[in-house]
């Protein structure tokens, strides 16, 4: 008996561990999948495209279409595609004819800025407002209409309206750009106050749950402060259905940071993403799209793992 | 499904709270008249935006272009001298049919998607629900975006695109709830009174199998809103010159220094207009978790 539980106790962890990573390959593959063909059944001449000014002969077409192994058969692409992914290449951009991977690597560490420092002013926010209205009505009202209100404003919008304020009528931020501190203010603030709506209610309903619980009297009866209680015992009961939200925004956040990054002027993946949909740039598109199912699909693994460490409880439920 | 029964819950902590939103539905609702009253106020500018009189949306008048808010035009010009009010006005037909249109097709793809996942064999279950999968892997906005990429940018592809990307959230809540409800006493007894399949399906599951439907139709025309500004804003929706809000937004982010109504009015309408979509939908949804659980 003793034993037995031993043994789910080490191997229940693990089971739902495997069975994770599990799905993310299984889904990854299926994006690759799916993006490939899709983009191979979408009407449009790729090797018009490749052509560009050039004279559309038969003779050129058969060139550019073997040169970029257009001629094969699908099946053939598509093993020789996903070959290649394996080993982290994207292929070749139809419009710059240089390296996906070279394409979007340079301007990844612009949007990795952004979502990070996006995520962190999130996280912070929603743990701020939260611990500080939870349980109390007015306060609850109060921040329950905000947070209403920042979902119901999208962030292009919204980033217009701190550039009005912040960098127009108080020139307290530069208007456009990178580069500096201060150009991050803005963008991140957008993209989080976003996260923000959408996250806070969530949090608080946790944590008004927990605080009904009896154990937050245990602890108060142990002599711990409100605020104690909130922030040690009741934010990691909270924190569970929050976080599964959190894990989609942050990978959500790709998407956002298009729209922030064309607001602001902002150099980085959006932009990238932006150009390479307007000049039908495929493999480009197929590379920034297949980063974010990526992501996505990483940081909900890693929420969902995140989740057994800080709620021992699911791995039984679990496995 | 989704929360404990209050019930359930130690010394019946909780159960106040849900006694006090009984009560508090069957009083009169500000909240909710206003907001019923403001719809129904863009369904009537949706409808004939005539009615209120305005000048032509794009009737450019260059002399007049960048004039502040005056008695003349209430919410001032743009660049090229159009009515910011005829604009906004005339764009609530864009937001609110595409929204309309969008969610209409998440609808027809996901529930019959999600009712047949949530019937079928344990192997074509897993199939539907790893294509789910799939498609929700791609985040947010993206989706669309890439789906507007190879079909190019229009009204048409605009609500596809949208619509497909809202199909999984649909799919989800159905296939989940078909799930519950075939485990039903009242399924076994149609299917052993001898009922046809299809029958039982039609009468007996389809009905408690969407009934969050509409709560997440709602909450859907409210994101749909939402993504279709996005997207024209980054121009793959709508073009100028048609006054579609996202797209004003757009144009008039390039005037904000010299011109703020250019693009402060739009955004007040398009926040409005989901804001109202939003409290309707939170309204219907606590009124669907109120309810007995199946």
């Known amino acids: ?319 | 499904m989704t929360a404990v029964a209050p019930d359930d819950r130690p010394n019946g902590v909780g159960q106040r709270r849900v006694g006090q939103l009984r009560v508090g539905q069957l009083r009169v609702d500000p909240v909710l008249i206003a907001t019923a009253a403001g719809l129904a106020l863009t369904l009537l500018i949706v409808v004939w935006p005539g009615a209120t009189g305005v000048a032509d949306p794009l009737a450019a008048d260059p002399s007049r272009a960048l004039e502040p808010p005056s008695a003349a035009h209430l919410l001032g010009t743009d660049q090229l001298g159009r009515d910011v009010l005829a604009r906004v006005i005339h764009g609530a037909r864009y937001s609110v049919l595409i929204a309309l249109a969008a969610t209409a097709v998440g609808i027809v793809a996901g529930v019959p998607l999600g009712l047949l996942a949530g019937l079928a064999s344990s192997w074509l279950d897993e199939i539907l629900t790893r294509f789910l999968d799939i498609l929700s892997a791609f985040p947010g906005l993206l989706l669309a975006m890439v789906l507007i990429a190879f079909t190019g940018p229009g009204s048409g592809n605009l609500v596809l695109a949208l619509g497909v990307s809202s199909v999984p959230r649909f799919a989800r809540v159905v296939r989940a709830q078909t799930k519950v409800v075939r485990g039903q006493g009242w399924v076994e007894h149609g299917v052993t009174l001898g009922l046809p399949r299809r029958v039982v399906v039609a009468r007996h599951v389809l009905p408690h199998a969407i009934a969050a439907v509409p709560v997440l139709a709602t909450v859907g025309l409210g994101g749909a809103t939402l993504g279709a500004a996005a997207l024209s804003f980054i121009g793959l929706g709508l073009a100028p010159p048609s006054p579609e809000w996202g797209a004003m937004l757009s144009e008039g982010r390039n005037y904000l220094r010299v011109a703020w109504w250019i693009s402060v009015f739009p955004g007040l309408a398009l926040t409005s207009l989901v804001l109202a979509i939003f409290t309707l939908g939170r309204r219907a949804q606590r009124r669907l978790e109120s309810r007995e659980p199946l």
């Not at chain 1, 790729?46 to 058969?73: N, S, Y």
């Not at chain 1, 919204?158 to 530069?174: D, Q, R």
């Not at chain 1, 150009?275 to 990526?294: E, N, Q, Y």
């Open chain 1, 1 to 319: 008996m003793i034993r037995g539980l031993a043994a789910e106790a080490i191997l229940g962890p693990v089971v739902s561990v495997s069975r994770r990573l599990g799905s993310l390959v299984l889904v990854l593959w299926g994006t690759v999948t799916l993006t490939f063909f899709a983009v191979h059944a979408a009407p449009g001449d790729i090797v018009r495209l490749l052509i560009g000014q050039g004279h559309d002969t038969p003779e050129v077409r058969a060139v550019i279409a073997a040169e970029w192994g257009l001629d094969r058969p699908l099946l053939v692409q598509y093993a020789g595609y996903l070959g290649r992914l394996l080993h982290g290449d994207l292929g070749t951009s139809y419009v710059l004819k240089r390296p996906v991977t070279e394409v979007i690597g340079a301007q990844l560490a612009s949007t990795v800025e952004l979502a990070v420092t996006a995520t962190a002013l999130a996280a912070l926010l929603t743990i701020l407002i939260t611990t500080l209205t939870a349980g109390r009505r007015l306060l609850t009202r109060l921040a329950g209409a905000g947070e209403l209100l920042l979902a119901s404003t999208p962030e292009f919008w919204v980033g217009i309206l701190l550039l009005f304020v912040f960098s127009f009528t108080l020139p307290w931020f530069p208007v456009a750009g990178a580069g500096d501190l201060s150009a991050l203010v803005l963008p991140s603030l957008t993209l989080a106050l976003g996260a923000v709506g959408g996250l806070a209610p969530v949090l608080r309903d946790g944590l008004e749950r927990a605080l009904e619980q009896p154990f937050a009297l245990t602890v108060r009866s142990r002599g711990v402060s409100d605020l104690g209680l909130r922030v040690r015992h009741g934010l990691r009961h909270a924190s569970i259905p929050t976080l599964n939200l959190a894990g989609f925004a942050v990978g959500n956040l790709l998407g956002g940071a298009v729209i922030v990054e064309q607001v602001f002027g902002r150099p980085g993946i959006g932009q990238v993403a932006l150009r390479a949909i307007s000049s039908k740039d495929i493999p480009t598109i197929l590379g920034v799209a297949l980063l974010a199912a990526f992501v996505f699909v990483v940081v909900s693994t890693v929420v969902d793992l995140l989740s057994l460490v800080i709620d021992p409880r699911l791995v039984g439920a679990a496995s």
